[in-house]
T-cell receptor, first 115, second 111 residues
Framework: DAEITQSPRHKITETGRQVTLACHQT?????MFWYRQDLGHGLRLIHY???????NKGEVSDGYSVSRSNTEDLPLTLESAASSQTSVYFC??????????????FGPGTRLTVL | GNSVTQMEGPVTLSEEAFLTINCTYT??????LFWYVQYPGEGLQLLLK?????DKGSNKGFEATYRKETTSFHLEKGSVQVSDSAVYFC??????????FGTGTRLQVFP
């Protein structure tokens, strides 16, 4: 069965370190998204990609970067981790095109703690 | 810009009670609307959706009707179960497949 996976599921790091969160999908979806989930804010879009070599900034992109070298993967990098980036991170993918009912499929999440 | 407003939680109910979770939106045009559910320790799953005015989305006993005149998409269920305890997110599809989420409403159902 097709799926979307994230790794690691839990990560503790220190302020100033570079951290990369992995996202891998086997749906063969064009679109991939990274969100962060914080209490009182719901999910906020960090970065997204509509295909290989395409990346775009979302609502809360400062301090984060992504790259898309193939269809399956969209790793999220925190260049220099800050305590404000302690959060739960979700990756999602969708089939693309302009279908009004496009469903996004979500990974299980990565809980990141920055000390 | 586009936005979604949900009622604050937690919503606490006894099993078999009627559920309503309010959701209103602000958007240009006619966005598609979604309800996602997040069970403890898991990612989000699509619960139901509606793509145009007066559409009713339904799944697992949950329903929501796209009301253009009141810009609302309230989630309802006639008889909740303990297994429905989760966080529910209302969302709209903005331009080019991006989702805009509400802040989420936690539902707790007790036996």
């Amino acid at each position: 069965d097709a799926e979307i996976t994230q790794s690691p599921r839990h990560k503790i790091t220190e302020t100033g370190r570079q951290v990369t969160l992995a996202c891998h999908q086997t749906w063969n979806h064009n679109n991939m998204f990274w969100y962060r989930q914080d209490l009182g804010h719901g999910l906020r879009l960090i970065h997204y990609s509509y295909g290989v070599q395409d990346t775009n900034k979302g609502e809360v992109s400062d301090g984060y970067s992504v790259s898309r070298s193939n269809t399956e993967d969209l790793p999220l990098t925190l260049e220099s981790a800050a305590s404000s980036q302690t959060s739960v991170y979700f990756c999602a993918s969708s089939g693309g095109g302009d279908r009004a009912y496009n469903e996004q499929f979500f990974g299980p999440g990565t809980r990141l703690t920055v000390l | 810009g586009n936005s979604v407003t949900q009622m604050e939680g937690p919503v606490t109910l006894s099993e078999e009670a009627f559920l309503t979770i309010n959701c209103t939106y602000t958007a240009t045009g006619y966005p598609s609307l979604f309800w996602y559910v997040q069970y403890p320790g898991e990612g989000l799953q699509l619960l139901l959706k509606a793509t145009k005015a007066d559409d009713k989305g339904s799944n697992k006993g949950f329903e929501a009707t796209y009301r253009k005149e009141t810009t609302s998409f309230h989630l309802e269920k006639g008889s909740v179960q303990v297994s429905d305890s989760a966080v529910y997110f209302c969302a709209l599809r903005g331009g080019a497949d991006k989702l805009i989420f509400g802040t989420g409403t936690r539902l707790q159902v007790f036996p």
